[in-house]
């Protein structure tokens, strides 16, 4: 069974600070894993999508790395800003028993930028 | 090209009933799933359609079911509401076999049961 964890829970920075959000998971058989990020009480945005065959995957000041061999993938966010603030979260596509090609959420990193 | 969208926003319900909630997905996008979000459990896997047939079911009771339209769109139903049932629900689209493509996130439904 395909489980995802997120380290640490919550994360609090001063602006301007580069940083880093881990993401490990147990099965490295994997489509895909995807970086999303949630506002309070609102739905997911798509971040980054990485398929299982590439290393990293880059858009502006955000930079996601896969390791499937090792179950790690990391989100890197460069000069942090206020806007930032929300929960991050990584989910992993793979085959589990079945065939069921289901997305397996981690439970998040909820990130603060303070001004 | 307009997102993921879901209706209704918002519901409040008493134990017993049963809701439908509605996802349109993005135009073109022919593969929809559905998550429930609790802050005890997470993001939980539902169900997925594709081509108007369930391709994927999670670990839920049989209280909870889906459909898709020919036009893509689908509607999720809970029968029999508990109040554990109370959380965000979330659609998601994706252009072809949600395996391998990027999965597109609507605003969800905040369910309620009292």
């Known amino acids: 069974k395909q489980e995802v964890t997120q380290i640490p829970a919550a994360l609090s920075v001063p602006e301007g600070e580069n940083l880093v959000l881990n993401c490990s998971f147990t099965?490295?058989?994997?489509?895909?894993l995807q970086w999303f990020r949630q506002d309070p009480g609102k739905g997911l945005t798509s971040l980054l999508l990485?398929?299982?065959?590439?290393r990293e995957q880059t858009s502006g000041r955000l930079n996601a790395s896969l390791d499937k061999s090792s179950g790690r993938s990391t989100l890197y966010i460069a000069a942090s800003q206020p806007g930032d603030s929300a929960t991050y979260l990584c989910?992993?596509?793979?085959?589990?028993?079945?065939?069921?090609?289901?997305?397996?959420f981690g439970k998040g990193t909820k990130l603060t930028v303070n001004p | 090209k307009a997102g993921v969208t879901q209706t209704p926003r918002y519901l409040i319900k008493t134990r017993g009933q049963q809701v439908t909630l509605s996802c349109s997905p993005i135009?073109?996008?022919?593969?929809v799933s559905w998550y429930q979000q609790t802050p005890g459990q997470g993001l939980q896997f539902l169900f997925e359609?594709?081509?108007?047939?369930?391709?994927n079911k999670g670990n839920f009771p049989g209280r909870f079911s889906g459909r898709q339209f020919s036009n893509s769109r689908s509607e999720m139903n809970v029968s029999t509401l508990e109040l554990g049932d109370s959380a965000l629900y979330l659609c998601?689209?994706?252009?072809?076999?949600?395996?391998?493509?990027?999965?597109?996130f609507g605003p969800g439904t905040r369910l309620t049961v009292l």
């Open positions: 989910a992993v596509r793979g085959i589990s028993q079945g065939g069921s090609e289901k997305l397996v």
């Open positions: 135009s073109g996008h022919r593969s």
């Open positions: 998601a689209s994706t252009t072809g076999l949600a395996a391998y493509n990027e999965q597109f």
């Open positions: 099965d490295s058989a994997i489509y895909n």
């Open positions: 359609y594709f081509s108007e047939t369930q391709r």
């Open positions: 990485i398929q299982s065959s590439q």
